[in-house]
């Protein structure tokens, strides 16, 4: 399997909104509605943020969306603040219990 | 809460052995599917394998298939990764993880796998 493919990078002022892309295949992303994205600070563990490709985890900041339109999901940052700082990661069921990992994008916080 | 904690990483040669566990509270582990992903140093995440509750279903990266084995003990809360014929490529943070309705949901904190001369 192919990775998923995201911007390597991507910034925005506080308060500002961005979005992160993510596209995948009909095998994977546009197949199943099973996209996740994780958030990963510098040595640590990631964090799910998004499930479903639109469902917050609790406890997750409502300034984080997602969305999917056929092959290509999203997340969505509104509001941006400085502990956004991270690297964000989307993944993809594929299918016979197994996952497929977007590439990554380094999210700076101007 | 749900505790996931990974052991048994470190620095091995290549073509060696090693294994993996990880330790796993705070939720009924006999009841979730689990996966190993890995995370080369400042490159990103990568699925490595996943195993079924009841052991029954086992899915490995072709990157993988063939070296290594996941394997589970329900009774202890415990999953596995037994690597073998390691290369510099397998070098790499490698994450127990739990998957709760084909999402992987919880993450250990990691254990860092070394291999080189």
């Known amino acids: 399997q192919s990775a998923l493919t995201q911007p390597a990078s991507v910034s925005g002022s506080p308060g500002q909104s961005i979005t992160i892309s993510c596209t995948g295949t009909?095998?994977?992303?546009?197949?199943?509605?099973?996209v996740s994205w994780y958030q990963q600070h510098p040595g640590k563990a990631p964090k799910l943020m998004i499930y479903e490709g639109s469902k917050r985890p609790s406890g997750v900041s409502n300034r984080f969306s997602g969305s999917k339109s056929g092959n290509t999901a999203s997340l969505t940052i509104s509001g941006l603040q400085a502990e956004d700082e991270a690297d964000y990661y989307c993944c993809s069921y594929a299918g016979y219990s197994t996952w497929v990992f977007g590439g990554g994008t380094k999210l700076t916080v101007l | 809460d749900v505790q996931l904690v990974e052991s048994g990483g470190g620095l091995v040669k290549p073509g060696g052995s090693l294994r993996l566990s990880c330790a796993a509270s705070g939720f009924t582990f006999s009841s979730h599917s689990m996966n190993w992903v890995r995370q080369a140093p400042g490159k990103g995440l990568e699925w490595v394998s996943s195993i079924s509750s009841s052991s029954t279903d086992i899915y490995y990266a072709d990157s993988v298939k063939g070296r290594f084995t996941i394997s589970r003990d329900n009774a202890k809360s415990s999953l596995f990764l037994q690597m073998n014929s390691l290369r510099a490529e397998d070098t790499a943070v490698y994450y127990c993880?739990?998957?709760?309705?084909?999402?992987?949901?919880?993450w250990g904190q990691g254990t860092l796998v070394t291999v080189s001369s």
């Open positions: 993880a739990r998957v709760a309705a084909a999402t992987v949901d919880y």
């Open positions: 009909s095998s994977d992303v546009g197949r199943f509605n099973l």
